[in-house]
C-alpha cells in the first residue's frame, strides 16, 4: 500500500503484511518529520491466515503446496512400472506380448495382477496361471484396469493417521468408486466407462499425500470441524489453502493422466464448478453412494451432500441409487481382500 505526508505530500510503499490487522501505526515523514497515521486495510480471512503464518516463520498454504509437489515423487504412490504400462495400453499399436513383459519385470505387480484377474469380478477365477494368458483374456481395457488396481492397491491399503483412517479403508472406499463410477458410466456413457474407473480408483490419492501435514495439525482440525461444524474439505481449505482433490488433479497432470480424469478429480466435491463436466458428475455422484453403501471413512459423513444437479444430468431418480450401490459393494465383494 501507498500513504502520502499530509504536510509536504511525499508518498511511501509499504507492504500490508507488515502492519497487524485491525491496528494502525504512527510514522514519521522522512522529508518533514510530520507525523503519520496508517492502518492496515480489511484482509480476507485466508490471507490473514497466510500472513500470520509467515510471520510465525512457518511455510504460507502456497510455498507448502509447491513442496509438496516438489517431493510427491519420492512417495511410493504408484510404481512407475505401472504407469509406463499405462501409458503403453493407451497407444494404439499396443501388442500384448509386449505389455505382459512389462508385467514380468515386477514380479510384485505381476502376482497382484494375477490374483486379481482370477477374482470372481473379472470372471477367470482358478483359470489364469500366466501373464499372458491373463492378457489375451481381459483384453486391453480390462487389462487397463487391472494394473492400476495392482499399482495402487499397496498405496491406498495403509494407514492414514491425519485422517484417522484405518488400514484397508481407503482402499475400499476407492474401489467403491471405481467401480461406482465405470456403472454410472454404462448408464449415460458407456464410451467414458474405463476413464470413470481409472479416476475413481485414484480420486482421493491427494489424501495420501496430504496425511502427514494433516497429522501435524490434527488437533486444530478437529477443533474446528466440531466448534464450527465444517467438513473435513473446508478444513483443508481453512489450513492449507487447497483440497486433497486438487492436489490429486496435479499429481494426475504431471503422471500425464488425460485431461478429462484430472478435471474430474479437480471437481469431484463440487462438479457445479465443473462447467457441466460429466466425468466429475459422475465422480461426485459415485463418491456419494460409496459413502451410503457404507464404504467411507469420514467423520464428516453426515455434512457430505449429493449436488442435485448431478442427479438430473446423470438422469437418475432416488429409486435408482440403492440399486446402484448395491451393485457397487457387489463389485468390491468379488475383488477379494487385500
Known amino acids: 500500500m501507498e500513504i502520502e505526508c499530509s504536510g509536504c505530500r511525499a508518498r511511501y510503499a509499504i507492504k500490508d503484511e507488515l502492519i ?3 491496528r494502525s501505526l504512527r510514522l514519521t515523514c522522512k522529508s518533514c518529520k510530520a507525523p503519520m ?3 492496515a486495510p480489511p484482509r480476507p480471512a485466508m490471507q490473514a491466515r497466510q500472513a500470520d503464518t509467515v510471520a510465525q516463520g512457518k511455510e504460507s498454504p502456497a510455498d507448502l503446496k509447491k513442496k509438496i509437489l516438489k517431493h510427491f515423487k519420492d512417495l511410493p504412490l504408484v510404481p512407475q512400472v505401472v504407469l509406463e504400462i499405462q501409458s503403453q495400453l493407451a497407444q ?3 501388442t500384448m506380448q509386449k505389455v ?5 519385470t515386477d514380479p510384485g505387480i505381476a502376482s497382484k495382477v494375477l490374483r486379481i484377474a482370477n477374482s470372481a469380478y473379472y470372471g477367470a477365477s482358478g483359470k489364469t496361471a500366466a501373464v499372458m494368458q491373463a492378457c ?11 494394473v492400476l488396481l495392482a499399482g495402487t492397491e499397496e498405496a491406498l491399503s495403509g494407514k492414514l493417521p491425519g485422517y484417522g483412517y484405518d488400514a484397508g479403508e481407503l482402499w475400499k472406499h476407492s474401489l467403491a468408486v471405481a467401480f461406482g463410477s465405470k456403472i454410472l458410466a454404462h448408464r449415460c456413457a458407456s464410451t467414458l466407462s474405463s476413464a470413470a474407473h481409472t479416476a475413481g480408483l485414484i480420486h482421493d490419492i491427494g489424501k495420501i499425500i496430504l496425511d502427514p501435514h494433516v497429522k501435524e495439525r490434527k488437533q486444530p482440525i478437529a477443533d474446528f470441524m466440531r466448534q464450527r461444524q465444517k467438513t ?3 478444513a483443508e481449505i481453512e489450513f492449507f489453502g487447497f483440497t486433497h ?8 497432470s504431471a503422471w500425464q493422466f488425460p485431461e478429462l480424469i484430472t478435471k474430474a478429480i479437480r471437481w469431484h466435491h463440487d462438479p457445479a464448478r465443473s462447467h457441466g463436466d460429466l466425468l466429475a458428475n459422475i465422480l461426485h455422484m459415485a463418491d456419494h453412494l460409496a459413502l451410503m453403501g457404507g464404504a467411507g471413512y469420514d467423520d464428516d459423513d453426515a455434512l457430505s451432500e449429493v449436488q442435485k444437479e448431478a442427479l438430473s444430468l446423470l438422469h437418475l431418480k432416488q429409486a435408482d441409487l440403492s440399486e446402484i ?11 477379494g481382500p487385500v
Open 20 to 22: 497487524p490487522s485491525g
Open 37 to 39: 497515521a496508517v492502518s
Open 325 to 335: 450401490v448395491f451393485q457397487l459393494l457387489e463389485c468390491v465383494n468379488q475383488i
Open 245 to 252: 482433490a486438487e492436489l490429486a488433479a496435479e499429481v494426475c
Open 92 to 94: 494404439s499399436n499396443v
Open 136 to 146: 489375451v483374456l481381459m483384453g486391453i481395457k480390462g487389462l487397463s484396469e487391472v
Open 100 to 104: 505382459a513383459r512389462m508385467i514380468e
Open 232 to 234: 473435513f474439505l473446508d
